[in-house]
């Protein structure tokens, strides 16, 4: 950028590049709205008029027509994988959302690929117009110990990544309890991060009080996993900036905005979809998505509005962008309407590259190494076996098991139950209200496979398979019948990874997914109606709920209370001890 000419454009003495004339200007500043004119020279805003000023003229003009102008829009905390989406696909499909800059934590990658994961997608991000930038996965595994994840990061490779282009922070800090209670590794990680002076950002679910303070002193003060009203309310009077998620999985606004509202909407809070699947995405939207719903529950919309953008840019340190002002980048949105909030044109750094829904631009995809490779090893090949608990000779035997959460999937907790014993193994077939869970170490590190079992899942038959498996990715089966369990497990080890649904020996659907097992070099167009086909076919399986997908993803994540099951065993995640299926 040629700094100078930029002055010379904002003072008048050399045309602008391009003018965006006619606009209804949403000035994240003072709240207002008012005509003007938005010079933009050099990829940035030279100048923009008020009321009273003369209008501008450029080498370019672009007549708005009366939109409203607002600031392109910033997701804080987004999983890129979680959209199946390779970066340039991605982009396609967020772009002309009016999304033009979004922080990743790129951690799924990162625990299957480890430091190769990271720099994959930076190197495959690079040509993009949408803004890139990646923080640091703080939480490689993301339970120490208790789980085989395929890479280990540790101070030394923090320090690495923080030194690579777009890489501006520590992703997602989970390890409360190891910051709080000071773990060396914690801390190792975080004084590496705070040297550099990055944003740090923070995971702290159901945490208020001296600990919420303590996690706060590290240095971390974000959090995106409130979805309580009084603990949002608490965080914000604290000083932490308040990351409200509307994902595919997990829905706060709805239980956020009375706390925005009794706080009198602070600049502590942000906007952000964290976990965001394709059809999703496609039907709904992004962060436009995430902003409706803001304005249905009751929030001003242009508080929504400043909330993704200037509040936003304040967080995460990227302080030339998020406001139409002079001297920040011209990445400007197109709304004709601020109530439905459907978004027209979108510009990024002064060119057009979106309107009505579509791209202006064409993205080719650089073709990239990690995309061909099959990261499924397997030491052994399953079978019905595999997946069939060995009790010995009792006729019955007490089993602890997951007892699953209808109410809220991510929340799962111990149970006992009574099970009888049949030629030596845990029969289940009387007892409709359970299913087994297999995990199988997937990096070829040690053959890890641990096997238990889920009660209120829902699922009356078959089995469902996916390496998406939140964090480690290991290979995840859930089922009724063990040898649909290892049919399902075979066909994700040929595809590479994925997601599928086996019943009475048949695939029913798959969504293949052969980047590290979490990502497909599918467009949204193309992906959207396979996991759409997927969850339906799950859901006629009989497991409950909404959002199918992540549910069975996430029964590994062993950072969420109270109880979840890894490659290790069975944990309780509260104090990251193994729970032994049949207690003595």
Known sequence: MNRGRLIQAA?????????????????????????????????????????????LSGEEEYDAKGKYAIPGMIDTHIHIESTMMNPTNFAKAVLPHGTTTVVNDPHELANVLGLEGVKYILEASAHLPLRFYVLAPSCVPSALGVETSGAAFNASEIATMLEWERVIGLAEVMDFPGVIYQSQRMNEILEVARKKGGFLQGHVPFLTGRGLSAYQCSGVNSDHESIDTDEAIYKLRAGMVLECRESSIAQNIKALAPALKACNYPPNATLCTDDREPDDLLREGHLDHVIRRAVQEGIPVLEAIKMCTYNAAQLTKLYDRGALAAGHVADVVLVEDLTDFKVNEVFIGGKLVAKEGKMAIELAAPEHPVESRNTITLRTEPNADTFQIKAGKPEKVLVNVIAYDKENPLLTKLAKVELPVKDG????????????????????????????????????????????????????????????????????????????????????????????GLMSTKSVEELAPETSHLKETIKGLGLEGQYPLLRVATFALAVIPEVKMTDQGLVDVLTQKFIPILPE
């Open 11 to 55: 003072n008048g003495q050399i045309p602008c590049d391009l003018v965006i004339k006619n606009v209804q200007l949403v000035n994240v500043f003072t709240k207002e709205i008012y005509p003007a004119d938005i010079g933009i020279s050099e990829g940035y805003i030279a100048h923009v008029t008020q009321p009273g000023e003369e209008g």
């Open 425 to 516: 193994k845990i029969d289940i077939s009387q007892n409709p209200e359970l299913a087994y869970i297999g995990i199988l170490e997937r990096h070829g590190k040690n053959g890890n496979v641990s096997i238990g079992l889920v009660q209120d899942l829902g699922i009356s038959k078959g089995a469902i398979a996916s390496t998406v498996s939140h964090d480690c990715h290991n290979l995840t089966i859930v089922g009724r019948d063990p040898e649909d369990m290892a049919m399902a497990a075979q066909e994700l080890v040929k595809s590479g990874g994925g997601i599928v649904c086996v019943a009475d020996g048949k695939v029913l659907a798959k969504v293949e997914l052969p980047i590290a």
